[in-house]
């Protein structure tokens, strides 16, 4: 595996669910437990990363009509939608699989899954050299929540027990949609370090939930390089209608040794985070240039400004920043492709529970990360809700406009978390 994909991001946690969840939180337990060591080709790794990866930037495409900044975790999306993946036939698993960018064989798809879901999780032990306080963290952990009562197949609840370690909380949404929606939001507050609060907003389980499936990642993680806070001082920054602000901006006092390209109209710098197992990859579009290498940045040329990049002595500076954001999925997966699942007349999940009755009624994505002169923290929750139907030497790079960052794991190349910063404040 190459090297360059071997150094993901440091702290980071994602929530991810599926609604139809809550209760007691009784547990059914599948008969399997899951498998520490997946019989997964390296081959099939890669190829799961780089359809995650086509994915992370295929729906950049779709969202960055919005307004503002934009954070979110692919890895979070792409995961919770492979639990749902399991349970799907026909056209809604043909959808899937060609909108969220899954391109190999389900027998070879979910080990592949778990197999990099446990090496990412590893990650932080392999740090050498790096005190155990200053690892950086990454936690990852699936849940599923469903309908006590409801007919689950023991097959799809082995897939997900074996390949995504999710076992199966029993709930009742039938007389308390709203005690699993808190239960739920619980688990996963908890599992982000309250960083994701209230995913679930009130209103969206009801009565006719039947099945809720929950991924939480959590990453934070400190800079190779700490920013010297007595460096930091409101420097002006240029938004996109030409207005200029002042923002705190910070700066790493003296040259250091970074990864660094520039091409035609931008330039970029990876920030290693102690260890270098994880990193920030920083995409800078020259003034003016912004729309234009937006609307041409593909899962190609982001590898090609990778590709490029070599070790340069930078003096760099960027501005402070912390944010998050929601996302409703729904229309934007079916903007892009996928309808089936959301169709209650056309959906089929029947290898969830043997019959056609699920649908997936809303999805919800929400992410949140802040960056200053220590490091990185981020977090991000997807909630699928399914209901029942009827630098060279000298180079100074000073980020004083809008820019795009992706964190990513170093060794399998994973994009945990990706977005831009239109305006720090």
Request: hydrophobic share 45%; net charge negative; glycine share 8%.
């Amino acid at each position: 595996m190459n090297k360059r994909l071997k150094a993901l991001f440091s702290t980071l946690i994602i929530p991810v669910l599926l609604l139809n969840a809550c209760g007691p939180g009784k547990v059914s337990m599948s008969r399997f437990e899951r498998v520490s060591n997946p019989d997964a080709a390296s081959s099939d790794i890669e190829q799961l990363v780089t359809g995650n990866t086509a994915f992370a930037f295929d729906l950049y495409k779709a969202v960055r009509a919005l307004e503002g900044n934009i954070v979110y975790s692919p890895y979070s999306i792409s995961l919770a939608f492979a639990m749902a993946y399991g349970g799907a036939k026909g056209d809604t698993a043909a959808q899937m699989a060609e909108t969220l960018q899954y391109t190999l064989p389900g027998e070879q798809f979910h080990p592949a899954f778990n197999a990099l879901d446990l090496d990412l999780t590893g990650r932080p032990a392999e740090a050498a050299g790096v005190e155990e306080k200053e690892r950086f963290q990454l936690n990852i952990a699936n849940s599923l929540w469903g309908q006590d009562g409801w007919p689950f197949l023991p097959e799809y609840l082995d897939l997900l027990a074996i390949n995504y370690g999710a076992g199966m909380r029993l709930v009742d949404f039938k007389k308390d949609p709203e005690g699993a929606r808190l239960q739920i939001n619980d688990w996963i507050a908890d599992q982000t370090r309250n960083r994701i609060k209230d995913i679930i907003p009130p209103g969206v389980l009801d009565t006719m939930t039947r099945l809720v499936l929950a991924n939480a990642i959590y990453f934070k993680a400190t800079w190779e390089y700490e920013f010297e806070a007595n460096y930091t001082a409101d420097r002006q920054f240029s938004l996109l209608n030409g207005d200029i602000v002042s923002v705190p901006t910070m700066q790493i006092g003296h040259p250091k040794n970074l990864s660094y390209a520039a091409g035609d109209g931008w330039q970029a710098v990876t920030l290693p985070y102690k260890g270098g197992l994880t990193e920030m990859v920083i995409l800078v579009p020259d003034n003016g240039n912004f729309e234009a290498f937006e609307s041409g940045l593909t899962a190609e040329e982001y590898e090609q400004i990778l590709a490029a990049m070599e070790l340069q002595d930078v003096i760099f500076s960027m501005p402070k920043f912390s944010f998050e954001t929601r996302y409703g999925l729904k229309g934007i997966l079916a903007g892009m492709g996928l309808q089936a699942a959301f169709d209650p007349n056309a959906a089929d999940f029947s290898g969830i529970d043997g019959r056609r009755d699920l649908y997936i009624a809303d999805a919800i994505h929400k992410a949140f990360i802040a960056v200053d002169e220590k490091g990185t923290e981020a977090a991000a929750a997807t909630a699928v809700v399914m209901l029942e139907a009827s630098l060279p030497q000298g180079v100074v790079l000073t980020i004083d406009r809008p820019f795009f960052n992706v964190i990513r794991d170093v060794p399998t190349g994973t994009i945990l978390f990706m977005g831009r910063v239109v305006d720090p404040r």
